[in-house]
Structures are given as C-alpha cells and as structure tokens.
C-alpha cells in the first residue's frame, strides 16, 4: 500500500523542524526526533522554550496543525482579561462581618492534565480589623462572613452558656 504525497509532505515538515522556528508562544529550541509512547505510535518531538520562560518537550505535530500556541500561559492571561470585562465590581459591598477592599488574585487550584479551574479571590477587611483573602463565590453563598473572629466569639459564648448550666 502506498502513503500518499500528503502523508510523506506532513511526516517531512515534521522532520523538517529546527531550533529558532517561532510557533505561537513556542521557540523551538532542539529537535528531539521520534519518541514511542506505549501502546502509540511514532510521533516527532522538540523541546521547546514558551515567552514566559517554560521549558517542554512538544509534539512538533501539534506546533504545526497550531493545537498548541502556549505552555498555558496564555490561558491563564486570556482568563484574567476575561473576568476584568466581565466581572461585578464587589468594592466595598459588605458580607456579614466582612468589607471587600479590593482584588486579592486568581488562584489555580486543579489541574488533571484535561481541565484546569481557577478561582478568584478578594481581599477583605472584618470589622474586627483583620484582614483576609475569600472566594468569591463563599462570598456570595454566605459560608464565609468574618475572618474567623465570629466563630471563635460563638465557641466563647457557647462555653460560657455550658459553664452556667452546669454549675
């Protein structure tokens, strides 16, 4: 069976890649050849350097088709400016004990090789004078009202209620 002129055409562009070519965010900075994963067939690999300075080993194939233009960076940035534009301005709105001041970050907290989620923190001051970092959605679900000052006023009354029954 003979490979078509598009098969031998792809597999020579990804031989074909060398130090210096731009793709995206990407700068290759060697060319790997071939890799055998298990159970998978040959597949062409470079180590590549992205613009914010990570360092990977890449599929020269997915530098070409374009399936990958970052080391995730830009995702993260694209991610920032969306909620920026998006985003409700929460600026001194009050939750309980708890008065929000400004932006505190977005934080990335999972990642499982498919999905990555983020979740956005804002910096608030407690009427007890404290201040603290809360999500903005235990904001807005109301299970976080103060910095931890309330709970530990209601486990002193709750003690001194107790003292007094069973004295």
Do not use: P
């Not at 098969?7 to 071939?34: I, P």
């Not at 998978?40 to 233009?69: F, H």
């Not at 608030?124 to 904001?139: A, I, K, R």
């Amino acid at each position: 069976m003979k490979k078509s002129k598009e098969a031998k055409r792809s597999k020579k562009r990804v031989m074909d890649v060398t130090s210096g070519q731009r793709f995206g965010s990407w700068t290759v900075l060697e060319n790997l050849g071939k890799y055998a994963d298990k159970g998978k067939s040959l597949q062409y690999r470079c180590r590549a350097i992205c613009d914010c300075g990570t360092t990977e080993k890449v599929l020269t194939y997915n530098l070409l088709n374009e399936s990958t233009k970052s080391c995730g960076c830009q995702s993260v940035k694209r991610l920032q400016e969306h909620h920026a534009s998006k985003r409700l301005s929460y600026k001194d709105r009050r939750f309980g004990n708890l008065t929000v001041i400004g932006e505190d970050r977005i934080k990335k907290v999972m990642e499982d090789g498919l999905h990555q989620r983020y979740e956005r923190r804002l910096l608030c001051q407690c009427d007890c004078g404290n201040q603290t970092s809360v999500t903005v959605s235990n904001l807005n679900s109301g299970s976080t009202i103060s910095c931890g000052c309330s709970r530990k006023k209601r486990k002193s009354v709750d003690e001194s209620e107790t003292m007094l029954v069973t004295v």
